[in-house]
């Protein structure tokens, strides 16, 4: 059985205004992540995902990209009683459809875009509150915490990216499981 999915959605967390972009046709990608994206890089400073190091320690990027499920954004929203959660909230790079279970794809996971770009997969993006604040802003009555919450292993999947290129609107995605 062959997993395919299809790119809803583009965004780039502009890294001098730290402001989301979404409503892209097409984003470049090198081997460092999305271009002007503010998880851009090869080296990123150690934060409290890092155990055991001291903050601010250069480490490797690990974070390149984000992305995250139409299915699942749906699930978030409708326990969180938002009619749609917009996926550039979540500054998530790139937006699926088709796999409603995309948080729980293991590590090693590779993402072959059709135009020839290959994401892979590091590990689960945990929710946090910077884009709950985000959220919170947008819909009155809503928090921060509350969204923590409710992305509990619907907040998507972060990586690294494996071969560079386009990615672009309505493009197809299949999904390679690791071995």
């Avoid at 997993?3 to 001098?16: G, N, T």
């Avoid at 994206?37 to 250069?58: A, E």
């Avoid at 969180?80 to 996926?87: N, R, W």
């Avoid at 796999?99 to 996971?109: M, N, S, V």
Wanted: net charge neutral; hydrophobic share 40%.
């Amino acid at each position: 059985m062959q997993l395919i999915a299809k790119v809803e959605a583009l965004c780039v967390k502009d890294k001098a205004t730290r402001f989301p972009t979404g409503g892209r046709s097409s984003a470049e990608v090198t081997l460092e992540g999305f271009i002007g994206d503010v998880h851009y890089g090869f080296i990123r400073k150690s934060d409290g995902r890092d155990p055991g190091i001291i903050r601010g320690t250069p480490v490797r990027n690990w974070r390149q990209w984000s992305a995250v499920s139409v299915e699942e954004l749906q699930v978030i929203a409708d326990t969180m009683s938002i009619k749609e959660l917009q996926p550039w909230l979540l500054a998530a790079n790139v937006t699926l459809s088709g796999i409603p279970d995309f948080t729980a794809l293991p590590r090693g996971t590779e993402l072959l875009f059709d135009g020839g770009v290959i994401l892979t997969v590091e590990c689960e993006n945990t929710p946090c509150t910077l884009p709950g604040k985000e959220i919170a802003a947008k819909h009155i009555g809503k928090t921060a915490p509350e969204f923590v919450k409710a992305a509990l292993h619907m907040r998507g999947l972060v990586g690294v990216v494996y071969r560079a290129g386009v990615i672009t609107l309505d493009e197809s995605v299949k999904i390679k499981l690791p071995q």
